[in-house]
């Protein structure tokens, strides 16, 4: 860590003065929308007693049933000293103990971006949005499914870059199928780093390239910034049922130990990873959560962690995972007032959907996945755009249109202003009976941002419609994606602090070979 201390403060200085002045002046400016902060009351589906229930029932899961830290042994080390009873992998957390180790996370924390216009506030009653995670393949109208390569990873950090509602560059955006497997961690680290400026996620997939991001984040903020300051995020799924795994515990273990933010999230296909009933896998969701937001602060206490529940219904005809339905809903509203009553972060929903396309299906189910989302709480939401066919493709076109949709978030989330100007009677009293309101002070005061807009759907008379080719949606959306990647301009980053990463990259590459398992 010593020479990446040395590399990020010693280069730093380049580029500064004249240059810098010069550069500020001459760099494109990207409008993103802070962070939503609700004015809207969460919606909830539990009362007092099935609250209690449920968080009795998740203790004694803990207690008697116990959960599995496999393939670390250090884990069960650490789960022995705090007071645990630990079995060959297993371990059982005598009641109360998970809930009183929990209390150390913080309620709410910043990640900080390298512009600091585009730091985020996780917790409390905000929502930061973020792109869709994971999927290995991408869609788009011309070229239809396909594996996903680096291209398209850097063409959807742009994107997300240059979309307003978005406040946050995700992580795997999509995976790059045509880079190795140990390798390509550090180009998609490096594309977040370089091509946006707002916060990102780290790389999760072996405690190695965990370090390798908090190693680069150090070259990009400073090591000393990075050790007292949260600047990425990182996505742990809990093995479910009731297992955490040594990938995934040894990243958590490299993030927390540098003070950099985890997401614990249990990964629950209702029906087949925990019970069909909705009460069951909230039993679960939550004892998973408790399980692995107290490891955390076992390695160190006060670390900033989001507790999450990603959590779908499955389709007992075909097996495949579904999403928008009811039961979700359940869940995702049960899980936030758990969450809130431990005083954590919540991640939760996103624009989920099964279908192949970004048609029907998809817009019926995602706008079910957001809208709960919103009502139910959730600080961070993952997947908030791009999401197609269970998770599987990342699309171009839903991207843009999902992105689109996230401003009625932010303006529903605004809720009703009751001031002066929110009352109108100014405008009541200038109007009077059988007059319009088109051209009364009040409405010329306020037309511009009374009503949130689409910057996508087409609100044109047929007849305008049909002469420009009476596109549809999908049309639209691949319209967009080409004009916001050919008007994309590099945000300004010191030169210096660029060659460190592209020096850090080429050199982490050239010291292996590569792996495509």
Same mark, same amino acid.
């Given at each position: 860590?010593?020479?990446?201390?040395?590399?990020?403060?010693?280069?730093?200085?380049?580029?500064?003065?004249?240059?810098?002045?010069?550069?500020?002046?001459?760099?494109?400016?990207?409008?993103?929308?802070?962070?939503?902060?609700?004015?809207? !009351?969460?919606?909830?589906?539990?009362?007092?007693?099935?609250?209690?229930?449920?968080?009795?029932?998740?203790? /004694?899961?803990?207690?008697?049933?116990?959960?599995?830290?496999?393939?670390?042994?250090?884990?069960?080390?650490?789960?022995?000293?705090?007071?645990?009873?630990?079995?060959?992998?297993?371990?059982?957390?005598?009641?109360?103990?998970?809930?009183?180790?929990?209390?150390?996370?913080?309620?709410?924390?910043?990640?900080?971006?390298?512009?600091?216009?585009?730091?985020?506030?996780?917790?409390?009653?905000?929502?930061?949005?973020?792109?869709?995670?994971?999927?290995?393949?991408?869609?788009?109208?011309?070229?239809?499914?396909?594996?996903?390569?680096?291209?398209?990873?850097?063409?959807?950090?742009?994107?997300?870059?240059?979309?307003?509602?978005?406040?946050?560059?995700?992580?795997?955006?999509?995976?790059?199928?045509?880079?190795?497997?140990?390798?390509?961690?550090?180009?998609?680290?490096?594309?977040?780093?370089?091509?946006?400026?707002?916060?990102?996620?780290?790389?999760?997939?072996?405690?190695?390239?965990?370090?390798?991001?908090?190693?680069?984040?150090?070259?990009?903020?400073?090591?000393?910034?990075?050790?007292?300051? /949260?600047?990425?995020?990182?996505?742990?799924?809990?093995?479910?049922?009731?297992?955490?795994?040594?990938?995934?515990?040894?990243?958590?273990?490299?993030?927390?130990?540098?003070?950099?933010?985890?997401?614990?999230?249990?990964?629950?296909?209702?029906?087949?990873?925990? !019970?069909?009933?909705?009460?069951?896998?909230?039993?679960?969701?939550?004892?998973?959560?408790?399980?692995?937001?107290?490891?955390?602060?076992?390695?160190?206490?006060?670390?900033?962690?989001?507790?999450?529940?990603?959590?779908?219904?499955?389709?007992?005809?075909?097996?495949?995972?579904?999403?928008?339905?009811?039961?979700?809903?359940?869940?995702?509203?049960?899980?936030?007032?758990?969450?809130?009553?431990?005083?954590?972060?919540?991640?939760?929903?996103?624009?989920?959907?099964?279908?192949?396309?970004?048609?029907?299906?998809?817009?019926?189910?995602?706008?079910?996945?957001?809208?709960?989302?919103?009502?139910?709480?959730?600080?961070?939401?993952?997947?908030?755009?791009?999401?197609?066919?269970?998770?599987?493709?990342?699309?171009?076109?839903?991207?843009?249109?999902?992105?689109?949709?996230?401003?009625?978030?932010?303006?529903?989330?605004?809720?009703?202003?009751?001031?002066?100007?929110?009352?109108?009677?100014?405008?009541?009293?200038?109007?009077?009976?059988?007059?319009?309101?088109?051209?009364?002070?009040?409405?010329?005061?306020?037309?511009?941002?009374?009503?949130?807009?689409?910057?996508?759907?087409?609100?044109?008379?047929?007849?305008?419609?049909?002469?420009?080719?009476?596109?549809?949606?999908?049309?639209?959306?691949?319209?967009?994606?080409?004009?916001?990647?050919?008007?994309?301009?590099?945000?300004?980053?010191?030169?210096?602090?660029?060659?460190?990463?592209?020096?850090?990259?080429?050199?982490?590459?050239?010291?292996?070979?590569?792996?495509?398992?």
């Amino acid at each position: 860590m010593a020479d990446v201390a040395e590399a990020g403060t010693g280069r730093r200085s380049r580029g500064g003065g004249g240059a810098a002045r010069r550069a500020e002046r001459t760099a494109v400016s990207v409008e993103t929308a802070r962070f939503i902060e609700r004015n809207i !009351p969460n919606f909830e589906v539990l009362n007092e007693e099935a609250l209690q229930i449920i968080e009795h029932n998740a203790e /004694t899961v803990l207690e008697e049933i116990g959960v599995n830290f496999v393939e670390n042994p250090e884990a069960l080390e650490r789960w022995k000293d705090a007071g645990a009873d630990v079995q060959g992998e297993r371990v059982r957390i005598p009641r109360g103990l998970a809930r009183q180790l929990c209390a150390t996370a913080p309620k709410t924390f910043t990640q900080h971006a390298r512009n600091p216009e585009r730091n985020v506030e996780i917790g409390g009653r905000n929502l930061v949005l973020a792109p869709v995670y994971g999927p290995p393949f991408v869609r788009d109208a011309e070229g239809g499914r396909r594996y996903a390569t680096i291209e398209d990873f850097r063409n959807f950090v742009k994107l997300g870059y240059m979309s307003k509602w978005l406040h946050h560059s995700g992580g795997t955006v999509c995976e790059p199928t045509d880079v190795a497997v140990n390798k390509r961690h550090l180009d998609m680290l490096h594309a977040h780093m370089t091509l946006s400026d707002k916060p990102f996620m780290g790389s999760v997939t072996a405690p190695e390239r965990a370090q390798d991001s908090v190693d680069m984040a150090s070259l990009l903020f400073g090591a000393d910034f990075v050790q007292n300051n /949260t600047v990425m995020t990182s996505l742990i799924n809990i093995n479910s049922p009731l297992t955490f795994d040594g990938i995934m515990m040894g990243a958590l273990e490299v993030y927390a130990r540098n003070n950099q933010a985890a997401i614990v999230s249990p990964f629950i296909v209702g029906g087949a990873m925990a !019970p069909v009933t909705v009460g069951g896998t909230l039993t679960q969701v939550l004892a998973e959560i408790l399980a692995g937001v107290s490891y955390s602060q076992l390695i160190r206490k006060g670390a900033p962690v989001i507790a999450g529940a990603f959590v779908t219904s499955i389709d007992m005809n075909s097996g495949a995972p579904t999403f928008g339905t009811p039961e979700a809903s359940h869940i995702t509203y049960g899980a936030g007032q758990l969450v809130r009553r431990l005083g954590l972060p919540y991640r939760s929903a996103g624009g989920f959907c099964g279908s192949k396309l970004p048609d029907a299906q998809a817009a019926y189910e995602s706008a079910n996945s957001l809208n709960m989302g919103l009502m139910s709480g959730v600080n961070f939401m993952l997947h908030a755009c791009g999401w197609l066919e269970g998770g599987l493709v990342s699309s171009y076109e839903k991207f843009v249109m999902d992105a689109d949709q996230l401003g009625a978030l932010h303006h529903f989330a605004k809720g009703v202003a009751l001031d002066a100007n929110g009352q109108g009677m100014d405008a009541i009293r200038e109007v009077g009976p059988g007059g319009h309101y088109l051209g009364c002070e009040h409405t010329q005061a306020n037309f511009k941002d009374a009503f949130w807009r689409s910057d996508l759907l087409d609100y044109k008379p047929f007849e305008t419609w049909e002469e420009e080719g009476a596109r549809d949606t999908q049309a639209l959306a691949s319209a967009r994606v080409r004009r916001l990647l050919e008007t994309y301009r590099q945000p300004e980053l010191d030169a210096g602090i660029r060659e460190s990463l592209d020096d850090y990259v080429a050199r982490k590459k050239a010291s292996v070979p590569d792996a495509f398992l």
